[in-house]
């Protein structure tokens, strides 16, 4: 795991600054520095850490000891606010919860336009309709892929995923 920084000192870190780090949320790399602004603003003494991107190209980004629930309110409606910026909404930047059974993670991430899709897990869009979310879907997908097309801000996408044994027998995202 790599530093990413601190708001405060090491120590300044609050009550359980010795128990591991636990995982805040995953983040899309152009969003990692206003995840950060927003952590520190709502907990000031946060010690801040991340990890390697995923396999969708997402931060995974941890905190050392527990936020207050004063903290972590603070974080989630500036995460609120973030999402309702114009700049955020045009380009349509999400924060979901994905389960499955590797678990449970948050992530705020930025949708992949249908040209860019890599062969990655991502959110795909947007498209112009349903119809054409579905029609991206089974032109584009190959074999061992699945795709949900869904509605986010009013604007149809297609949210990518691997169809591996695990997340087929979870039944959930």
Do not use: C, K
């Not at 949320?25 to 990890?51: G, I, S």
């Not at 973030?82 to 930047?93: F, M, Q, S, V």
């Not at 054409?132 to 149809?156: C, Q």
């Amino acid at each position: 795991m790599n530093g990413a920084g601190a708001g405060g000192s090491a120590g300044a870190a609050g009550a359980g600054a010795d128990a591991p780090p636990s995982e805040l949320l995953r983040v899309h790399p152009a969003l990692l520095e206003v995840t950060a602004q927003l952590l520190w603003a709502a907990a000031p003494r946060a010690e801040l850490l991340h990890d390697e991107p995923d396999a969708g190209g997402l931060v995974p980004l941890f905190v050392r000891g527990q936020l207050t629930p004063d903290e972590a309110a603070a974080f989630e409606r500036g995460l609120d606010a973030l999402l309702r910026e114009p700049g955020e909404i045009a380009r349509g930047t999400y924060l979901r919860e994905v389960r499955d059974l590797r678990g449970r993670r948050r992530e705020l991430g930025v949708p992949l336009e249908p040209q860019a899709w890599d062969e990655r897990p991502a959110l795909v869009g947007p498209f112009d309709d349903e119809s054409a979310a579905r029609a991206w879907h089974e032109r584009r997908l190959p074999p061992g892929w699945l795709g949900d097309p869904l509605v986010h801000g009013g604007r149809w996408f297609v949210d990518v995923f691997a169809g591996d044994d695990e997340t087929l027998r979870s039944g959930t995202r």
